[in-house]
Structures are given as C-alpha cells and as structure tokens.
C-alpha cells in the first residue's frame, strides 16, 4: 500500500533587496518545479508568498528561496507560517499591493550582464546594437525609480508600451526578462540621438559609429548614461585631454578611464585579484589602481604625476557599444563644470555643457534620480569606498541597533545624507560640495525622494556643529518648519561614529580623526584630534597644536600661506627662508602673512592635520596653489609612495599635557623638515619621513590614551586617511602595539560618510 503525501501550505514574508533584481519570476520558476500551487506579489513593504503542496516540496522550496536566489537579491530574512492548504490549483504572480506606511528596500543600478552583452553584439539577435538593453539581472533601477512597488508604472518606462515581442518575453516564466519592468527593444523602447552643442540633430546612419568616429577625431561628447551625463573623449589624445579641463575648468583633478575590457585595463595598471573583482562586479565602480610605470598611451593630463589611476570598465549597452566602435580607452567623467551637480535632463544638458561639449548623444528615458559613478580602492584586500553612489545607493547600511526616523544633512564638501528607519540607515548617493543653489537643489529634491521611497517621516533632523554650512541652515529650517527635535553633532566624533557603526562597535573607542576642516566646540578649526568616543557622545583626549590659517579658507587653496603660518607662529616671526623654494615668493606678500600671524588678523587657529601635510607640500615647492582639495597633500604622498627608507627615521615631535588633553608639539619638527631640506635632502625622502613620523605620533598617542583608560580599540576616520601610505604605517604601527584598529570600507572615511554618524549620534544622543 502507497503512502499519501502529506500536504502544507507555507505562508512566507520575504524581505531585503528582493523587487527588480528577478525576484517573482525567480520564485515562479521554483514553485513550478517543486510542483507548488499559490501565488507571489510585490508590496510595498516585502515580498508575499503563498505556497502549497507536498511537505518535503515546501521544505525544499523555502531552503532554495535564500539559497539559490537571483545574484543581485540581498534577502534579510524569509519568515515563514504554516497552515492547512487552501485548495490552490496553479502558481501565478499576483499584482502588486500597496501598504500605507511600508517600505520596500530599492535596488541600484545594475551593471549589463553577460547575456545582454552577447546579445547587443550577436548580429542575428534581435536586440544587436541596441543601447538601452536588460533584463531581471541588469539595467536602470533606482534611477528610473519614481515610487515603490517596483512596477513599470511607477518607473519612467512607462512612456514606452512595450511591442508583442518583448509583452511576451515579459509574460514568459522561463524567459530571464519575465517581470522586467524596464523590459525594451529597437521596436518599442527607448532611442539615440546625436546633436551638435547647438541642438542640431546630426544626420547618420548610424548613431554610435558616428559617435565613435566623432572620439576618435579628438571631439568631447556629452552623452546621457544612466544617471545623468557623461563627459568623455580620447584619453590617449593629450589634445582632447587638456581642451576637456579647459572647458570643464578642471585644471588638475584626474580623470577616471574607461577601457573596454579588463586586459586593456591590464595594459596601463597593476590590477590584483581582488580589484579585478571590484572592476568585474555588477557594482562596476571606478577603482583606483596603481599605474604601470610606462604607460604610453595614456595622456599624461589624465592623471598628472599620480601613481594611480581611476579606472573602470563599461557598465552599461551604450558604453560598451561605444568602446567597441571608437576602439579607444575614453575619459568617461561628470557631466558638468567643476562642482556642480550633474546634469541629467536633455534641455538641462544642451544649456549647462554647450560650452564643453562639442556633440552631445541624448535619449528619451528620463532619469528620475541623479547618479554619479562610485569611486573604490582595494585596501588589506577589501573594496572601500572613496565615493559611495551608482551600485551601491540606496543599498542600506545595516545598523545593530533600531533607529528613531532620523534625517541626518552631512557635511559640506562630499555632502551624502542619510535617513534611518528599523534597522537601515540609507545613505544617499554623493550629492556633491555644497556650495551652490543647484547642489542644494539637487540636495532636497533626492530627500524627498528617499523619504517617499522609505516611507520616513523624520522625527530628529541632525547636523554638523558649523553655523555657516548650507546643509546646517537646511536642518535649522526644516526642524523649525516641522518642529522636529534638532541635533548639532560635531564633525570629528561624527567621522568617528561612521566608523564604529559601520565596524559594528558598540564600547568606547580611541578615534583619530584627521582631516581639512571641522568646527570644534571652541569655536577653533579642528583636524588632528584624538578623541574618546562612543556613540552618543564624546571627550577630547588630544591635538595637534593650534597654529594660523592665514587668509582663512585662502590657505586651503594656497598652501604656502600655511607653511608660513606654521614658520612664523612656530619658529618666529625673524625666521629666515633663505634656501627654502618659499623664498621667491612675492617679499611683499611674505611681509603681509608675517604681520596676518603676528597680529593674528584673519588667522583663525587649526590643528588640521590636513593642512600640515599641505604646508610641508608647500615647504618642499610642490605646491603653492591647489585647484582642487587634497591637491598638494596627494603631491606628496605621490612623491614618498614605493620609496624604502628606514623605518626608525622619524623626525623630532614632542607631546605635552595642556588642560588634560595630549598636545602634539610641532616646532621641532618643522624646524627638523626645513634642516633637511636646506641640506638639498630629496623631498621624497622628507616626504616619507614625515609620514612614518605621522604614524608614529599616532600610534604613541593612543599609547598614552590607553595607558589612562584602557581602552585598546582605535577607529580611523578622517579624509587625510585616504592617504594610502599613512593609513597603512598607522595601522601596522598601531597593530604592532596591541591595538584593534577599525577603518572605513562601506561609507568613505571622508565628507562622504559623515552623515552616517551623526544619524548615529542623533539616535543615541539624550535630550538636554
């Protein structure tokens, strides 16, 4: 006698990033083949699944669900109930439910998979050569986005009906493009145009040899990606390449590259197997390598006098249809003049790039959300972010802990925002330096729309401490306007926080924060501090010691007023320059900062780490004026990177107590740098000894810390610590000490993670 089976019905809530990553068809798929009856939808707060059928099949069917899900699902957790089967007779996907109140998580764009790839170049398919194709596992997603559930109606392809071809691809269970919303073809979906910088539509057969040919002879194009415009020409024509910074008014930061493959990438960097990893991921980032030292075909203004560079592979039909036609690595940067935001709109991009842009290649699907390119490099073998946007955002941020509903403004340069709910903390994509109306535009229109996607309604607004900050006066206002409780974090411990949250620390930590600029509790311009923190709050245990900023804000993008900041404040104002480079400056000039120090005119104290390596960049005549941050202080770390030198050669620095904090003393060291110098030692060679100083100071410092507390915990954070040289001299020394040491991978440690802590420290901060 046979047995019966015995029958179930499995009631699921599947919640992550689980709409358009090929989710439903995902789960149709599986039902079917576990001989499942029930259903699937989309809501806007999960993923529903009803499913019935023998018990050894429902069993199977949910471990399966996590374990053989699409590539691009993050799943957070699958719950599931029991019940008595409910007579079900098929599987089917249901429409898609909206919930007051529930959020869904949101998938970023998605690099082009390999089987659209092999599509767009297979002569005989129907998709050859077409830009804009996709499918469950890549193309548009967030930046098509208008409001969740993720259906084509909310989504900006909803101009486009889709033909019967791609209508029954769409309703076919084993097709990879059944419940592609942003599902097209040459037929029915999205197309090119090419135009000259005055609209002109330019007459051709075809739009993207045109194109190529158009690269090829030196010409700049604007061409529409997926989240805004793209500025690109010849990176090996040196030509193209400086009239490119010209119009752009760029005149020195690098530009990132695009190759067409990895083995052309391979032709001008060092690519280990982890950045191969990155490069190759549906993330698709720019990442920054180490350059081969003879690199030929790369004009020398890409990246000038830089060991590494910025380089990716193309992430979408477009781009690699471009690379294949014009044959050539291209510069592939923001579409738009220096710090503003990126132009995304057809109309917006002929008015704000005519004057940079000789050709311009447009195309008719909107763009909901702007999106720049992240920026990544590979550190102890682990991807961490420089610029956090295009793969990355909205992916949240997990938090161990359940956050109040937070609105957190950032910071002014790298500004990111960050909104929490439960346990996400959504840190937006790079909005950019706040320093115009259009950023700040761009700024609050992007809130609204991760509050509508996240459903959060924040009941704290949080800020940096700076009064003057552009998104401190939007927090001020917004948290009058819906009176909302109001918190002003100061910068440093914000870094900190960032770090620990993201390391998952939740005890007391040693944070080094290092950086340009931050407002201090006294009012000072801080940088190089050393702090005891947790996650509410924090104690200053130590600094490097104050010294002008001559001309204020002037001395960040003119570092020689720095290194005579650091001259006269330290070593007198009778100081002689004689055989230093500083010495043909303007005397005139000279004698007006001696004055500014003396009399401490415009010189507002600072013990920013950043500014010291400026000034000793400055010291060395690498740098009297920079056109963009970090400038001269990357010049001298370019100059000491590779170079050997003995590890117990440091320069002279002492730590003295003053008021209970740890003072790092700067004269002797100063007057050690321009000893060297005077006695024609190579910059190089000051330039590493400085840094493994640095780190030393650093490390000797959390010894004296911890020697008061105990505490053996130190979290990095800070932009100078993208510095690759004194990150990893810090870390070793520090680890050599018996310390943990926590750095940044998922935020950057610059500008651009801030808004994470102080999300962080709203949430724990107790009202006063």
């Given at each position: 006698?046979?047995?019966?089976?015995?029958?179930?019905?499995?009631?699921?809530?599947?919640?992550?990033?689980?709409?358009g990553v090929g989710f439903r068809p995902f789960v149709f798929r599986l039902a079917r083949q576990h001989h499942l009856c029930g259903w699937v939808r989309n809501t806007s707060g999960n993923v529903e699944i009803e499913a019935e059928g023998d018990s050894a099949e429902v069993r199977s069917f949910l471990n399966e669900l996590k374990t053989q899900s699409p590539p691009m699902a993050h799943i957070e957790h699958i719950r599931a109930a029991f019940s008595e089967p409910a007579g079900y007779t098929d599987f089917?996907?249901?429409?898609?439910?909206?919930?007051?109140g529930k959020y869904q998580l949101v998938s970023p764009d998605i690099a082009t998979c390999h089987d659209c790839r092999d599509e767009i170049f297979n002569p005989e398919n129907r998709r050859f050569h077409y830009p804009f194709t996709n499918c469950t596992n890549c193309g548009p997603r967030f930046t098509i986005i208008e409001d969740i559930p993720y259906d084509r109606p909310k989504t900006t392809m909803r101009e486009f009906k889709m033909c019967p071809r791609c209508k029954r691809e769409y309703d076919d269970p084993s097709d990879?493009?059944?419940?592609?919303?942003?599902?097209?073809?040459?037929?029915?979906?999205?197309?090119?145009?090419?135009?000259?910088?005055?609209?002109?539509?330019?007459?051709?057969?075809?739009?993207?040899?045109?194109?190529g040919r158009l690269l090829k002879q030196g010409k700049i194009l604007a061409i529409r990606g997926l989240g805004g415009f793209q500025l690109a020409c010849d990176a090996t024509n040196q030509t193209a390449v400086e009239l490119l910074r010209e119009r752009k008014k760029r005149p020195a930061k690098p530009f990132a590259v695009m190759a067409a493959t990895l083995n052309d990438i391979e032709k001008y960097c060092r690519v280990s197997h982890e950045e191969e990893q990155l490069l190759e991921s549906a993330e698709s980032p720019i990442v920054l390598l180490r350059r081969k030292s003879r690199t030929f075909d790369i004009a020398p203004a890409v990246a000038p006098d830089l060991r590494y560079m910025g380089m990716m592979l193309p992430y979408t039909p477009l781009h690699h249809l471009l690379l294949r036609e014009a044959g050539l690595p291209l510069i592939m940067t923001s579409g738009n003049l220096s710090e503003e935001p990126i132009a995304k709109d057809n109309d917006e991009a002929l008015s704000r790039l005519k004057n940079i842009a000789d050709y311009f290649l447009l195309h008719n699907r909107e763009i909901y959300a702007r999106y720049?390119?992240?920026?990544?490099?590979?550190?102890?073998?682990?991807?961490?972010?420089?610029?956090?946007?295009?793969g990355y955002a909205p992916y949240p941020i997990h938090l161990p802990f359940k956050s109040k509903q937070i609105l957190a403004c950032g910071?002014?340069?790298?500004?990111?925002?960050c909104l929490t709910r439960d346990e996400h903390a959504f840190v937006s994509q790079h909005i950019g330096d706040m320093e115009n109306e259009e950023t700040l535009e761009h700024f609050e229109n992007t809130i609204?729309?991760?509050?509508?996607?996240?459903?959060?309604?924040?009941?704290?607004?949080?800020?940096?401490?700076?009064?003057?900050?552009?998104?401190?006066k939007y927090a001020h206002r917004v948290a009058t306007e819906q009176k909302s409780r109001l918190v002003q974090v100061q910068h440093h411990h914000a870094h900190i926080a960032s770090c620990m949250v993201e390391n998952g620390i939740e005890n007391p930590v040693i944070g080094v924060a290092f950086d340009g600029v931050g407002y201090g509790t006294d009012g000072a311009i801080w940088g190089g501090e050393f702090l005891v923190a947790d996650r509410a709050d924090f104690q200053r245990a130590g600094h490097f010691e104050y010294v002008p900023?001559?001309?204020?804000?002037?001395?960040?993008?003119?570092?020689?007023?720095?290194?005579?900041?650091?001259?006269y404040s330290l070593l007198?104002?009778?100081?002689?320059?004689?055989?230093?480079?500083?010495?043909?400056?303007n005397p005139v000039e000279i004698d007006i900062i001696r004055q500014q120090v003396r009399k401490r005119v415009n010189c507002p104290p600072t013990s920013s780490a950043g500014r010291l390596f400026d000034a000793v960049a400055a010291l060395a005549g690498l740098s009297y004026e920079v056109s963009y941050e970090a400038e001269a202080a990357i010049a001298l770390e370019m100059l000491a990177t590779g170079k050997k030198g003995n590890r117990d050669r440091l320069y002279p620095v002492s730590l003295e107590e003053q008021n209970g904090l740890a003072v790092v003393k700067l004269g002797e060291l100063f007057a050690a740098i321009i000893a060297d110098l005077r006695k024609q030692i190579p910059p190089a060679e000051v330039s590493l000894k400085l840094h493994r100083t640095i780190a030393g100071v650093v490390t000797y410092t959390c010894m004296c810390i911890c020697a008061y507390n105990g505490i053996k915990q130190v979290a990095l954070s800070g932009g100078v610590f993208q510095n690759r040289l004194l990150l990893g001299l810090t870390t070793e020394g520090l680890k050599e000490a018996g310390f943990e040491v926590f750095t940044h991978h998922l935020v950057p440690c610059n500008d651009g993670g801030l808004s994470l802590g102080q999300a962080v420290i709203a949430n724990f901060k107790k009202d006063r």
């Open positions: 006698m046979v047995k019966s089976k015995t029958k179930r019905r499995a009631i699921i809530d599947v919640r992550g990033v689980v709409q089917v996907i249901q429409e898609s439910l909206s919930r007051e990879r493009r059944f419940h592609a919303q942003p599902n097209a073809c040459p037929d029915c979906g999205p197309q090119l145009e090419l135009v000259d910088a005055n609209g002109e539509k330019v007459k051709c057969a075809d739009v993207i040899e045109k194109a720049d390119d992240s920026v990544y490099m590979v550190e102890e073998k682990k991807p961490t972010a420089l610029r956090r946007a295009r910071a002014e340069l790298k500004n990111t925002f609204g729309l991760y509050k509508r996607l996240f459903r959060i309604e924040p009941e704290i607004i949080a800020c940096d401490m700076h009064p003057e900050y552009l998104p401190s900023m001559p001309g204020g804000a002037a001395a960040i993008k003119e570092p020689y007023r720095m290194a005579l900041g650091y001259i007198g104002e009778d100081f002689s320059l004689k055989g230093l480079p500083l010495a043909k400056l």
